[in-house]
């Protein structure tokens, strides 16, 4: 591992380490110190690249966000017609709620943080206005955000769910929230 102000992958391992520490302690268990410990940089480095700690969790979730865009680009991209979106849009839900329990956690950290501290709103904002995008491929506006809340919420069902539901529920409810009165069923 490269050591030094050399090393050009240092703020990615701090943002990834802090991402990391975020998931299994929650933000209120994020320091310089164990954010560095983590990362295997020297303590300075965390105030060489980020003026203070909320730059660097900005940043971070930033960065995680921006993940989970891509992913809903992943899934949103291919579909050529309205009913390979919604099979898609079930698909993201299935893949969210099955996957990663750490971006479970860095999900409901982020809202978590940004109910606590609205500066970080805008984190969300951009986030939700990124995810809308994707789906605004498909659908109208309207519908993209009314998709975009039920990907969060059956996303969290399922992941939190003793027995989570089936696909064909999942498809039902896209299904539903994307043709009701829109003269598309």
């Not at 039920?150 to 409810?173: F, N, V």
Request: aromatic share 6%; net charge negative; proline share 4%.
């Amino acid at each position: 591992m490269a050591t030094g102000h050399t090393d050009p992958r240092r703020r990615a391992r701090i943002l990834t380490a802090t991402l990391d520490l975020i998931a299994d302690e929650g933000v209120a268990g994020v320091s310089h110190r164990k954010i560095a410990a983590r990362a295997g940089v020297p303590l300075g480095s965390m105030t060489y690249h980020f003026s203070g700690m909320d730059e660097l969790l900005r940043e971070a979730f930033r960065h995680f966000s921006g993940h989970i865009v891509a992913l809903f680009d992943a899934y949103l991209a291919p579909p050529a017609d309205r009913d390979q979106a919604r099979a898609a849009v079930t698909d993201l839900i299935h893949a969210l709620s099955e996957g990663s329990p750490r971006d479970l956690v860095l999900t409901q950290e982020l809202y978590t943080l940004a109910a606590r501290r609205p500066a970080y709103r805008e984190l969300t904002q951009e986030w939700m206005a990124g995810s809308r995008t994707h789906l605004e491929k498909h659908f109208d506006a309207d519908t993209a955000r009314q998709l975009d809340a039920l990907i969060e919420g059956l996303t969290l069902h399922r992941a939190l769910a003793q027995q989570p539901h089936d696909r064909a529920l999942t498809l039902d409810a896209v299904t539903r929230i994307t043709t009701v009165g829109r003269g598309d069923g």
